[in-house]
Nanobody
């Protein structure tokens, strides 16, 4: 049974930082590309960041580029999202997802497994 469990969300003031973690189990983690998505109230879920199975060539949505960093530790079966210079518009539920196939990492439909999400709230 595959599980992706996010943690690290919370309430932070604008300009602050948070580090999200996503612990994976029940799959061969090193064979999966990973992504982070987010969904703000009243909006559709959107791509935030993605990383390949080896950790190389991370890629980001324009809205977070230069502020967020995705990384992974295959020995710990964990992917991270370091979020700096947070803005109120970053407020959302953040989800991690795992992708085994060759579909685009930018697209929700490419991902095979999803976590339950962790709430991030940025106050102004």
């Amino acid at each position: 049974q595959v599980q992706l469990v996010e943690s690290g969300g919370g309430l932070v003031q604008a300009g602050g930082s948070l580090r999200l973690s996503c612990a994976a189990s029940g799959l061969t983690f090193s064979r999966y590309a990973m992504g982070w998505f987010r969904q703000a109230p009243g909006k559709e879920r959107e791509f935030v960041a993605g990383i390949g199975w080896s950790g190389g060539r991370p890629y980001y949505a324009d809205s977070v580029k230069g502020r967020f960093t995705i990384s992974r530790d295959n020995a710990k079966n964990t992917v991270y999202l370091q979020m700096n210079s947070l803005k109120p518009e970053d407020t959302a539920i953040y989800y991690c997802a795992a992708k085994a196939g060759v579909g685009s990492g930018w697209l929700e439909t490419s991902y095979d497994y999803w976590g339950q999400g962790t709430q991030v709230t940025v106050s102004s």
